[in-house]
Nanobody, 118 residues
């Protein structure tokens, strides 16, 4: 059974840092993914793209996180990371990892909560 498991969330003060991890298992390999992304959802808001990385290493970011967040992938560990620096209260939300296969199927993780206090 394919699983994406996020970890690394928590409570941090504004200006602090967190690193989120998304580990894939169950017979799926991130090296074969077309894209892997991090999304977030704040209470009462729609889920939004935070950062995405393609199978050739191309990245794109939401304007609100450019220069502060970095997405990376370690194919050997079958894991994608999101390094978040200079966190702001508006970064608060549930962060979800997703993976798109070449067949355009999308898997989602269960999410990890990030709370940034002012």
């Amino acid at each position: 059974q394919v699983q994406l498991v996020e970890s690394g969330g928590g409570l941090v003060q504004a200006g602090g840092s967190l690193r989120l991890s998304c580990a894939a298992s169950g017979g799926i390999f991130i090296a074969s993914a077309v894209t892997m992304g991090w999304y977030r959802q704040a209470p009462g808001k729609q889920r939004e793209l935070v950062a995405r990385i393609t199978n050739v290493g191309r990245t794109n970011y939401a304007d609100s996180v450019k220069g502060r967040f970095t997405i990376s992938r370690d194919n050997a560990k079958n894991t994608v990371y999101l390094q978040m620096n200079s966190l702001k209260p508006e970064d608060t939300g549930a962060y979800y990892c997703n993976l798109e296969t070449p067949g355009q199927y999308v898997y989602w993780g269960q999410g990890t909560q990030v709370t940034v206090s002012s």
